[in-house]
């Protein structure tokens, strides 16, 4: 098993950047798939950054050229670089972990059942 916990998330002004950090512990995270989503009140989890295991990544459409996920190996850290934030990226953001997916496909990476270790999340609030 590992264990998740995010950290970073605050309040900031639209444009602002903004990096948040995922440590984990129990084992080693470059073992693990590893991604970001985000949740708004009221809505449902949503996919936002994946880095599998041999460092390929993948972005939500929204967030392609402005956010960029990363792992420290060393730290046992993955992080989420966030830039040019909107009050569109309001949400509370979720560190997620699988040792493997069901399937090679972007519909298998974006769905949130097929991860199996969570952080307890950490909220971004970005006002205009």
């Known amino acids: 098993q590992v264990q998740l916990v995010e950290s970073g998330g605050r309040l900031v002004q639209a444009g602002e950047p903004l990096s948040l950090a995922c440590a984990a512990s129990?084992?080693?995270?470059?073992?693990?798939?590893t991604a970001w989503f985000r949740q708004a009140p009221g809505k449902e989890r949503k996919f936002v950054a994946l880095l599998r295991k041999l460092g390929t990544t993948y972005y939500e459409d929204s967030v392609k050229g402005r956010f960029a996920i990363s792992r420290d190996n060393a730290k046992n850290m993955v992080y989420l670089r966030m830039n040019n934030l909107n009050p569109e990226d309001t949400a509370g953001y979720y560190c997620?972990?699988?040792?493997?997916?069901?399937?090679?496909?972007?519909?298998?990476?974006?769905?949130?059942?097929?991860?199996?270790?969570w952080g307890q999340g950490t909220q971004v609030t970005v006002s205009s």
């Open positions: 129990g084992r080693t995270i470059a073992k693990f798939h």
């Open positions: 997620a972990a699988t040792t493997s997916f069901r399937a090679d496909s972007y519909a298998a990476f974006a769905d949130a059942q097929g991860y199996d270790y």
